[in-house]
T-cell receptor, first 115, second 116 residues
Framework: GAVVSQHPSRVICKSGTSVKIECRSL??????MFWYRQFPKQSLMLMAT?????????EQGVEKDKFLINHASLTLSTLTVTSAHPEDSSFYIC???????????FGPGTRLTVL | AQSVAQPEDQVNVAEGNPLTVKCTYS??????LFWYVQYPNRGLQFLLK??????LVKGSYGFEAEFNKSQTSFHLKKPSALVSDSALYFC??????????????FGAGTQVVVTP
């Protein structure tokens, strides 16, 4: 099956710093990638949808200037958490959708802890 | 707007017994339905999907689900549960009629606990 990777798997940073998370589709071209946030024992909350070469579409309530998304190629999307604060600590999961457009493949997630 | 309901926060079952995880949905058009499983600190693993065709869908690890249009349900089932099936299960729906972006709406999740 299709494989999606995320890097890093875990990151701890100081408050005020920026953190970049990469999401890669390893064996297929992803026309669309999605970024989710998950709090402990809760469901996934969609943050934004990104298409290669265009601006991301953010869900209501998600600050686009705080969560910068870049989808520079058909295999790579990045999420940058700018000026991170402790409340940004969470589990961030990306997914990628290929040309079949009826299934999303999920990355393993990135645990962000902001001190 | 699309929505998904998983009415049970947790399901407890003894190993070897049948397992059912409930899911109901609401969409404007035709639904694409999915089940995913998540182990602690891991991403989501795909179990199965319903797009069209047979209402009974067979998926990974012995799981299956039945699409019931009249009851707008898509319950996940396994005839004989294993301790290793203990995990968090998510039902998700995508409304192909109104959502061209392919956004998935997830249920709240159901924690499955299988005891030896």
């Amino acid at each position: 099956g299709a494989v999606v990777s995320q890097h890093p798997s875990r990151v701890i940073c100081k408050s005020g710093t920026s953190v970049k998370i990469e999401c890669r589709s390893l064996d297929f071209q992803a026309t669309t990638m999605f970024w989710y946030r998950q709090f402990p024992k809760q469901s996934l909350m969609l943050m934004a949808t990104s298409n290669e070469g265009s601006k991301a579409t953010y869900e209501q309530g998600v600050e686009k200037d705080k969560f910068l998304i870049n989808h520079a190629s058909l295999t790579l999307s990045t999420l940058t958490v700018t000026s991170a604060h402790p409340e940004d600590s969470s589990f961030y999961i990306c997914s990628a959708e290929g040309l079949a457009e009826n299934e999303q493949f999920f990355g393993p997630g990135t645990r962000l802890t902001v001190l | 707007a699309q929505s998904v309901a998983q009415p049970e926060d947790q399901v407890n079952v003894a190993e070897g017994n049948p397992l059912t995880v409930k899911c109901t949905y609401s969409v404007s058009g035709n639904p694409y339905l999915f089940w995913y499983v998540q182990y602690p600190n891991r991403g989501l693993q795909f179990l199965l999907k319903y797009i069209t065709g047979d209402n009974l869908v067979k998926g990974s690890y012995g799981f299956e689900a039945e699409f019931n249009k009249s009851q707008t349900s898509f319950h996940l089932k396994k005839p004989s549960a294993l301790v290793s099936d203990s995990a968090l299960y998510f039902c998700a729906v995508r409304d192909m009629w109104t959502d061209s972006w392919g956004k998935l709406q997830f249920g709240a999740g159901t924690q499955v606990v299988v005891t030896p």
